[in-house]
């Protein structure tokens, strides 16, 4: 990954005032507030966009493509997410929103509901074929949790379920069927309609899967105003919703277990709620769970930075349209099998959390670490510009940070000084005097 690895999560320093909001929700710890403004610490982010929520000044922004990257190919294809459907009143069909997408400029409009089914199947069958598969498995559909594992839990990288997300699936699909009714492969662009800026990540450094299928990555926040313009005009839409219930459903938490019928499961959603269950399951307190979906987000998909509306007022919508009844024989083609989404690479851990290289010297920082660390106050308040005392050690045994950064540790030495101030003013030379 090196220099080359893209971040969609990035950092405006005129909008930032060093507020340390941001510091304290970060799951794994990539934010410090240094010289009065944030700096995201590249190697430890994960895109999952939880600074981009709490900021309360919008100085963290995600990196997304706009409709004009249409123009770059002949025959644009949108992926619209599930969580899109979430976003418009009740009275809006699926079929309205996809004919909306194409008056905006997309020749097709393949959902990524409809491959969202292909990956629960496919799940299904690969646990099924796979029994000594390590439990919990994991699943790999939030692409933020995958690089949560990556950063923090390497250990678990063996409980991903080595499967394409359905974002892939879906992309997959269309390629697959775009190619079959004669479009030229390389005039072919596909864009997925994204609530999330680790979607944008998952596709300029796709894990598992070498390159992705996806050409560019739309934030649902971008294309929602023209959208709904056009969404507004269409008198009666043209039937052209393929998803059931099922697929639409993974939109919220839930939605994915629920269609792995009699598997023990366990729906988490927010990356810090996420992160403490992961935890849980490195000590092997989780063993009765065979299932674990992890959202980075609150809801679901449906609670992205990347969304418009009341991820609440969305998730009601979502249940609605995933129990209603579509017209549409819910059997699904012969492909793909889970054997045709496997991943072909395996994930690797970053390593990124280890303070040296050489492992002696590692062993060494830590020690010095935690003997800095004992002698914070341990109040974790953030005044230092990092989430926690024991980050503010590490940072000091990196060079990155001084002990007088800690509020406590200044005023202690500022007394310090103050007192042999007073000691040295009483021991002046007779010459001088007192004044």
Request: aromatic share 6%; with cysteine; charged share 20%.
């Amino acid at each position: 990954m090196g220099n080359t690895y893209f971040h969609s999560v990035t950092l405006d320093k005129d909008l930032c005032r060093g507020c340390t909001n941001c510091i304290k929700r970060c799951p794994t710890e990539a934010i410090r507030v240094r010289d009065g403004k944030a700096k995201i610490i590249d190697l430890r982010c994960i895109d999952c966009g939880e600074c981009i929520r709490i900021c309360p000044h919008h100085a963290k922004l995600a990196l997304t493509d706009s409709l004009e990257h249409l123009k770059q190919y002949k025959y644009p294809v949108a992926l619209p997410a599930p969580s899109l459907y979430g976003q418009f009143d009740s009275a809006v069909t699926v079929d309205q929103i996809m004919a909306g997408l194409l008056a905006l400029g997309f020749c097709k409009v393949k959902e990524v509901a409809y491959g969202a089914e292909f990956v629960s199947r496919a799940t299904a069958d690969f646990l099924r074929e796979h029994s000594s598969f390590p439990k919990p498995a994991i699943s790999s559909a939030c692409p933020a949790v995958l690089r949560l594992i990556q950063v923090k839990f390497p250990e678990l990288i063996r409980h991903i379920i080595p499967l394409a997300s359905p974002m892939e699936t879906a992309a997959l699909i269309a390629r697959k069927e775009l190619a079959e009714e004669g479009y030229p492969p390389e005039e072919v662009g596909i864009f997925f309609i994204s609530p999330c800026a680790a979607k944008v990540t998952a596709v300029k450094n796709p894990l598992g899967t070498g390159k992705s299928a996806v050409d560019g990555v739309i934030g649902i926040a971008e294309l929602f105003g023209p959208l709904s313009k056009e969404i507004r005009k269409i008198q009666k839409a043209p039937a052209l919703q393929r998803s059931c219930g099922g697929g639409i459903g993974w939109a919220v938490t839930g939605g994915e277990s629920r269609m792995l019928a009699g598997l023990p499961y366990l729906a988490v959603d927010g990356i810090v709620n996420v992160s403490n269950v992961l935890e849980e399951v490195v000590m092997g307190k989780l063993k009765g769970i065979g299932f674990i979906e992890g959202l980075a987000c609150v809801g679901g998909c449906v609670g992205g930075p990347l969304t418009v509306v009341n991820p609440f007022m969305a998730k009601a919508r979502i249940h609605r349209l995933a129990h209603a009844k579509t017209s549409r024989d819910v059997e699904l083609p012969a492909y793909p099998a889970w054997q045709d989404i496997r991943l072909p690479e395996k994930i690797k851990p970053m390593g990124v959390l280890r303070l040296d290289q050489d492992m002696a010297v590692a062993l060494q920082k830590m020690e010095q670490m935690e003997q800095i660390a004992q002698s914070l106050p341990g109040l974790d308040c953030g005044s230092c510009g990092a989430p926690t005392c024991t980050a503010l050690a590490e940072d000091i045994v990196q060079g990155q940070a001084d002990k007088v950064d800690c509020v406590f540790k200044l005023r202690e030495k500022v007394t310090q000084l103050a007192e042999v101030m007073v000691e040295l003013s009483s021991k002046l030379p007779p010459s001088i005097g007192k004044g």
